[in-house]
């Protein structure tokens, strides 16, 4: 049995309390969003993803028209193929921390094929502004927003949202591992292993952050 690491080094204890900090003074601007990301007022919605009184009743009836698995994966809906971003940006006006499609809009956003370079009807900083703005308090976003950020190399900014994403989840396994791996690409191998301890204590399936740890000789022989 691996045993957790109950407490970070000072220096990240540090920087952690100025991320959470850059996070509160963040909470006042998502409040007054950038006027070119849009209204969030729809004709339909906009609903809470969370909320299961909205799942339950409103969900089925933008993904059976707008979200499919089709458009999860970046094919398009089953009915109409070529109206890929038009069903994502209509997902997003109607759920805003809609989580899959959010994580679509970041599959979309970087991908490397051609075929999906056709732009998005808002950037993807436009819809994580929107849906932080509508639930700021949603810790899947936040961890979600930080996935976006690492993916574009933005790892200072990736730190941020998942520290909030910690604290508004702080039993997910999810959010431990994607804060070590943003440590790790910032060779902060201490604070890292912490969060992987804790991530695979949780139970999380994939080896890469150990292994990362491991090629850098920060995973004790002993924690196997």
């Given at each position: ?6 407490a ?53 009836i ?17 009915r ?50 929107r849906?932080?703005?509508?639930r ?5 976003v ?35 591992y994607n ?9 902060e ?36």
């Amino acid at each position: 049995m691996i045993k957790p690491i109950s407490a970070f080094s000072s220096t990240f204890g540090l920087r952690a309390t100025l991320c959470v900090v850059a996070v509160l003074i963040s909470l006042s601007s998502w409040a007054q969003m950038d006027l070119s990301c849009g209204s969030l007022n729809n004709a339909y919605g906009p609903f809470d993803y969370t909320n299961p009184t909205d799942y339950q009743t409103k969900l089925k009836i933008v993904e059976d028209n707008h979200f499919d698995r089709g458009v999860e994966n970046l094919r398009g809906h089953a009915r109409k193929p070529h109206q890929l971003t038009g069903d994502i940006d209509y997902t997003l006006r109607a759920f805003p921390n809609h989580h899959k499609a959010l994580y679509t809009v970041i599959k979309y956003d970087t991908s490397k094929n051609p075929k999906h370079r056709q732009a998005l009807p808002r950037t993807a900083e436009c819809y994580f502004q929107r849906a932080m703005t509508f639930r700021p308090r949603d810790g899947n976003v936040h961890l979600l927003y930080g996935l976006y950020k690492t993916r574009t190399n933005n790892y200072e900014d990736a730190k941020i949202h998942f520290i909030e994403a910690e604290r508004l989840l702080p039993n997910s396994a999810e959010v431990q591992y994607n804060i070590g791996l943003v440590l790790a690409k910032n060779k902060e191998y201490d604070e890292a292993y912490s969060h992987a301890v804790k991530a695979y204590q949780m139970g999380y399936p994939l080896p890469g952050l150990r292994n990362i740890l491991q090629r850098a000789g920060k995973w004790p022989d002993s924690a196997n």
